[in-house]
């Protein structure tokens, strides 16, 4: 019984050094990878806006222009 008590109590250090190791893959290479893809949807999405502007801009000059001519 004593060398079952004792393999059981090594076996702990290996499933906590797996949490370990797991936290450390999210931490250090997953969530810098999330913030470059968060980064670059945020850049795009400013993109967007900044496109539509000029797109709602141009059409109120066509819109103007045809209205009341040149």
Do not use: C
């Not at 019984?1 to 450390?24: C, G, H, Q, Y």
């Not at 968060?38 to 502007?53: L, N, P, R, T």
């Amino acid at each position: 019984m004593a060398n079952n008590e004792k393999r059981d109590s090594e076996d702990v250090p290996w499933s906590l050094i797996v949490t370990v190791m797991a936290l450390l893959l999210t931490f250090f290479i997953v969530m810098p990878i999330l913030g470059v893809m968060y980064y670059d949807m945020f850049i795009v999405h400013q993109a967007a806006v900044h496109e539509v502007k000029k797109m709602k801009q141009l059409r109120r000059e066509i819109l103007e222009e045809r209205m009341y001519g040149k």
